[in-house]
């Protein structure tokens, strides 16, 4: 599965941004989708995920309540909706895939930038 990332920025304290993760090359029916990010300094963490052929979600406490995942199955496109954005949520988000019942991610897309600004 190849993935493609977009939708960073930069926005200011309490704005909004959407990612979008467009993938390709397989059925994804088996698979997870999800959205990790990384800052400077850390490791790379998860933030979201979705099963693709249902509608299990995940979310870190860190970003319930503020952050979507959501998927278009027509498009093969996950989304992240990001509100409320915090300078804490500042790094490199990635979309991820792994098998639905695995636990290894095993493809990542290339990245896109998110700056939050207080």
């Known amino acids: 599965v190849q993935l493609q990332a977009s939708g960073g920025g930069l926005v200011q304290a309490g704005g909004s941004l959407r990612l979008s993760c467009a993938a390709s090359g397989r059925t994804l029916s088996r698979y997870v989708m999800g959205w990790f990010r990384q800052a400077p300094g850390k490791e790379r963490e998860l933030v979201a995920s979705?099963?693709?052929?249902?509608?299990?979600?995940y979310y870190a406490d860190f970003v319930k309540g503020r952050f979507s995942i959501s998927k278009d199955t027509a498009k093969n496109t996950v989304y992240l909706q990001m509100n409320s954005l915090k300078p804490d949520d500042t790094g490199v988000y990635y979309c991820g895939v792994k098998y639905r019942y695995e636990s290894n991610w095993i493809n990542w897309g290339q990245g896109t930038q998110v700056t939050v600004s207080s």
């Open positions: 979705i099963t693709w052929s249902g509608p299990s979600t």
